[in-house]
């Protein structure tokens, strides 16, 4: 039985996630936290199951760093969130150094490394993201008198079609690396589980991509 997560990068008032099977990203978004944590709760009905969540935790800031109010209210979600999926022993921390670390080899890598050894991990940007126009027909499918097919993207208009990866920014590429952690570290020991639910948020709004 596939196993499926929901990995969440949580934020102070709108958190990154995507629901994950191990081989792509089934559905992804970024949404209000309200909006998240209703969905998480939604009836079975609702969507497929959720076999575990996994959240990327608060780490430790350093001695003596400060941190301000959003971080105590993104522990806050953190803790609604897990309350909402109800199923303890189903629920996994992991740390940015641990994305970090396991993705590109080291604990100071940005996230334009992390997102790029994403990309890579899934053939490249052509195979990962695509969606890059046909120069031969400017993206319109046909070329020349009468509108003919053009042969070179068989008339999709594309000269590499969109992947999986493709409209994916930035909280969403953290909650990838979350998804992808966790994965190749536990999937062995990801088996049947009790089930929770999250509906399709759908596709909404992402923030431009950031390498805060």
């Known amino acids: 039985m596939t196993t499926r997560i929901l990995a969440i990068d949580p934020g102070q008032e709108r ?21 998240v944590r209703a969905a998480i709760k939604a009836p079975p009905y ?3 199951p959720t076999d575990w969540l996994v959240i990327e935790r608060v780490s430790h800031y350093g001695s003596g760093m400060a941190v301000g109010r959003s971080v105590f209210d993104t522990c806050e979600w953190i803790g609604r969130f897990k309350e909402a999926f109800g199923i303890e022993d189903r629920i996994a921390d992991v740390t940015r150094p641990e994305v970090r670390i396991h993705l590109c080899g080291t604990a100071k890598a940005r996230d334009t490394n992390i997102r790029q050894a994403l990309i890579d991990r899934w053939g490249g940007k052509f195979a990962a993201i695509g969606n890059v126009r046909c120069k031969a027909c400017n993206g319109k499918g046909w070329r020349g008198l009468g509108r003919p097919v053009c042969k070179v993207c068989s008339g999709s208009g594309c000269k590499h079609l969109p992947g999986p990866l493709h409209g994916i920014t930035s909280h969403v590429w953290a909650a990838l690396g979350v998804a992808v952690t966790w994965w190749d570290k536990e999937k062995t020991d990801a088996g049947p589980a009790p089930k929770a639910v999250i509906p399709s948020l759908g596709r909404t709004e992402q923030p431009p991509e950031t390498d805060e």
């Open 46 to 48: 609702a969507a497929e």
């Open 15 to 35: 958190s990154g996630w995507v629901y994950y099977d191990g081989v792509k990203p089934l559905q992804r978004g970024w949404d209000d936290n309200p909006l």
